[in-house]
C-alpha cells in the first residue's frame, strides 16, 4: 500500500511540474502570435523589406526597422566588450582573492547595482557620461576625429555613452553569475594545481577552465540583458535613425523607438510597423538564446572526458 501511494504521488509531481514548464512555452508562444497578429498589417505591406530598409519616416508611411537593428546590436556588442572583462575580473576577485571581511560587502553592493533601476542609470549618464564623453571627443587630434569611428558633433548623447551605460548595468548581473558559478568548482581543481606547483594565478586559470562553460552562460546572460534594455539607452543615445560606425553618432534602438513613439502613433501602419519591431526585437533575442545554448552545448561536449576505444579481439584469438 505505501509503494502504491508513493508512485501516485510521484506521477502528480511529474505532471505538476511538467504543467509549469507547459506554462512557460505557451508563454512565449503567445507573446509571438500576439505580436504577430498586431504587427500583420506592417508585415503585409513592407515583408522583409522591414529588416533592410534604412528609411523610417511616418509621416509618408514608409517604414524599415535596418536603423533600430543596427543600433541595437551596435550598442549591446560595445557593452559586452566593455563589461565582460570587468565582470569576470570581480568574480574572479570576490571567489578567489578577495579577503573574508570584505568579501560580503562587496557582494552586496555588487548585487545592489543590478537592483538599481533603468530610469536612475539614465539620469546619472545625463549627468555624468554625456558631459564626460563630449569632454573626450573635444580632447581628440584633428586626425583622429577625421577617422569614420570617431567622427561626429560632440553632443555627448551618443552611441559610446549608451554602451558605457548598458556595460555598467550588466556588469553585476554577468559578475554575479560568474562567481557563483567559480564556488562551485569543486577545490580538488585548485588543490591539484597547488600540488603539482602551480602559483594563485595559473590555479585561478585552472578554475576558470572548468568554470567555462557557465561563464560563458552569464556572459549571454548580460548580453540578453543589455539588448532589451530601453529607457537609460533613450535617454543618452540621442535617438537618431541612421546607421554609423561612429561611437560619437546619436543613434537609435529597437527598445527606444518604440517607448518613444508607442503613444503618439496616430497611423494604423505606425503602430503595426512599431510593434513589427518589437516582434523582429524578439525574433533577435530568440537567435541569440538559441545560439547561445548552442555554443554551451558545444563546450559541454568537448569538456566530457571520452571513453577508451578498446580492440574487439575474436573469439578463437581470445581463446589461444
Request: hydrophobic letters at 55%; a neutral charge; one cysteine or more.
Amino acid at each position: 500500500m505505501p509503494q502504491i501511494r508513493t508512485g501516485a504521488t510521484d506521477r502528480f509531481f511529474r505532471l505538476g511540474t511538467g504543467s509549469f514548464a507547459l506554462v512557460l512555452i505557451l508563454i512565449v508562444v503567445g507573446i509571438a502570435v500576439v505580436l504577430w497578429n498586431e504587427s500583420i498589417l506592417s508585415i503585409r505591406e513592407f515583408g522583409l523589406k522591414f529588416w533592410v530598409t534604412e528609411r523610417w519616416d511616418p509621416v509618408a508611411g514608409d517604414f524599415g526597422a535596418l536603423p533600430f537593428i543596427w543600433g541595437t546590436l551596435y550598442s549591446s556588442i560595445l557593452a559586452l566588450i566593455l563589461a565582460t572583462p570587468v565582470a569576470i575580473g570581480i568574480a574572479v576577485f570576490l571567489s578567489e582573492l578577495c579577503p573574508n571581511r570584505l568579501r560580503t560587502p562587496l557582494v552586496f553592493l555588487t548585487e545592489l547595482l543590478a537592483a538599481i533601476p533603468s530610469i536612475v542609470y539614465g539620469l546619472w549618464g545625463i549627468f555624468v557620461l554625456v558631459p564626460a564623453v563630449r569632454a573626450l571627443q573635444l580632447s581628440l587630434p584633428d586626425w583622429m576625429t577625421a577617422l569614420p569611428l570617431f567622427s561626429g558633433p560632440p553632443v555627448g548623447v551618443s552611441m559610446l555613452t549608451a554602451a558605457l551605460v548598458l556595460a555598467i548595468m550588466i556588469v553585476p548581473f554577468t559578475a554575479s553569475v560568474a562567481r557563483e558559478v567559480l564556488k562551485a568548482v569543486p577545490m580538488a581543481q585548485r588543490e591539484g594545481a597547488y600540488a603539482l606547483g602551480s602559483t594563485r594565478w595559473e590555479a585561478t586559470r585552472v578554475a576558470l577552465h572548468y568554470a567555462r562553460v557557465g561563464i560563458v552562460g552569464a556572459v549571454m546572460l548580460g548580453f540578453g540583458r543589455a539588448l532589451g534594455e530601453t529607457m537609460a539607452v533613450t535617454m543618452v543615445i540621442g535617438n537618431d535613425p541612421k546607421i554609423s560606425w561612429s561611437l560619437f553618432a546619436p543613434q537609435y534602438t529597437m527598445a527606444a523607438v518604440i517607448a518613444n513613439e508607442f503613444k503618439e502613433a496616430v497611423e494604423e501602419l505606425h503602430l503595426h510597423a512599431l510593434v513589427e519591431i518589437g516582434l523582429v526585437l524578439f525574433v533577435i533575442t530568440l537567435i541569440v538564446n538559441v545560439a547561445s545554448r548552442l555554443l554551451i552545448w558545444n563546450m559541454t561536449r568537448e569538456r566530457r572526458p571520452r571513453r577508451p576505444i578498446t580492440a574487439v579481439v575474436p573469439a578463437e584469438e581470445s581463446a589461444v
